[in-house]
């Protein structure tokens, strides 16, 4: 099918979800759904209309232009829309063909971001606990709730493991390229002799999956409870409130201990479990639909090497796109993050355009 037809297909689905919402026959379940595609197809709609409307005013004034009887100064006018009309097309068509990309269904989803730390010991922890921040105030700039749901402290003000839930308008499709490993090249606060030392941390950013998308059996979890405890092993409570849960088909285990409600930690853990085993399933489907691809900006797989963050020469580099921003305090800020972010989503959509040329 060529572009033109898929144009005419998605103007007549639009046509006629409308003229079946108006018709107001269908029951209230088929309604809710009808009226999403609705709302969905309609920028689409709306860009395709005005892609065709400009093509047509141009296919017109070219006629103008062209016709050897007609008034010379109204051929100069025609001309100058003209050029201002060819000009704006490209961009309407590109705008027409990223509205026609398939979408990530889980896009529009909350995301469960687990910040680890990797190869360097004391210095991998404490990088670790400053991308925590980082993802923190990143939220905070884009108004997302961002709530702390475990960290495991190394008691020097690193984390061996922070996880946390951001919920707010598109938070996975714009945190979701952040999956990966992440390195670190500085002078560690203890170095004494002024060496720089490469660490590094992983991130993972996972879709927060409902309970529609993913069913969990009762009997497919084991679940212990014990008695939390902090950095040093010190008791933060005195009852067995913390929960660890584990999914027998998969092997996957969660721990939460942050609540004092063994309650609350229960269904904190399995807030992440359902994201993890979403993640499962999406990362087959990807990788399915990744061998028939030769490009793409990151697989998520958290042993790809994403992001070097050089404090010495105060720059921040991320080797998917090959950008490079010498403003590394900003980016740690959350300030300038949305740079990388905005530059990572148009490389991501140019890939899927080519795709259907």
């Known amino acids: 099918m060529n572009l033109e037809d898929r144009f005419n297909k998605v103007l007549a689905r639009h046509d006629e979800l409308r003229d079946a919402l108006a018709a107001g026959t269908a029951d209230s379940g088929e309604y809710s759904r009808m009226s999403k595609e609705y709302s969905d197809l309609t920028p689409v709609a709306e860009a395709i209309s005005a892609l065709k409307k400009a093509k047509a005013e141009a296919a017109d004034l070219a006629a103008m232009i062209a016709d050897p009887g007609g008034d010379a100064e109204m051929k100069a006018l025609a001309e100058e829309e003209f050029q201002d009309l060819t000009r704006n097309i490209p961009a309407l068509e590109r705008r027409v063909q990223i509205s026609l990309l398939p979408k990530d269904e889980a896009d529009e989803k909350n995301a469960i971001l687990e910040v680890r730390a990797g190869t360097g010991g004391d210095e991998a922890a404490l990088f670790a606990a400053e991308l925590f921040e980082m993802y923190r105030r990143y939220a905070g ?30 938070v996975f499709a714009r945190l979701k390229f952040e999956s990966g490993v992440h390195r670190v090249q500085r002078v560690p606060a203890t170095e004494t002799q ?11 950013v996972l879709p927060e999956a409902e309970e529609v998308d993913i069913h969990i059996d009762e009997k497919d979890l084991r679940i212990d409870v014990f008695r939390s405890s902090g950095p040093g092993g010190q008791s933060v409570n005195t009852t067995d409130s913390a929960v660890r849960i584990t999914h027998l088909p998969t092997g996957l285990v969660v721990s939460q201990q942050d609540e004092k409600s063994q309650h609350k930690n229960k269904a904190k853990a399995l807030k992440v479990l359902r994201a993890r085993l979403y993640e499962l399933e999406r990362s087959a489907k990807d990788a399915a639909r990744a061998a028939d691809r030769k490009n793409q900006v990151g697989s998520g797989d958290r042993s790809e090497r994403i992001r070097t963050y050089n404090f010495p020469q105060g720059r921040v580099t991320d080797h998917r796109i090959n950008l490079t921003l010498y403003k590394i305090e900003k980016v740690m800020a959350g300030e300038a993050l949305d ?12 890939l899927r355009l080519s795709e259907l040329q």
């Not at 002024?194 to 993972?204: D, K, L």
């Not at 740079?339 to 140019?350: G, H, I, N, R, S």
């Open 141 to 170: 700039l884009h108004g997302w709730r961002f709530e702390t749901m475990e960290i495991s402290e190394t008691g020097i003000g690193g984390y061996k493991e922070a996880i946390a839930s951001i919920t707010g308008r598109s």
């Open 194 to 204: 002024g060496r720089i030392h490469t660490s590094a941390a992983t991130v993972a």
């Open 339 to 350: 740079e990388l972010v905005d530059a990572l989503t148009a490389e991501d959509q140019a």
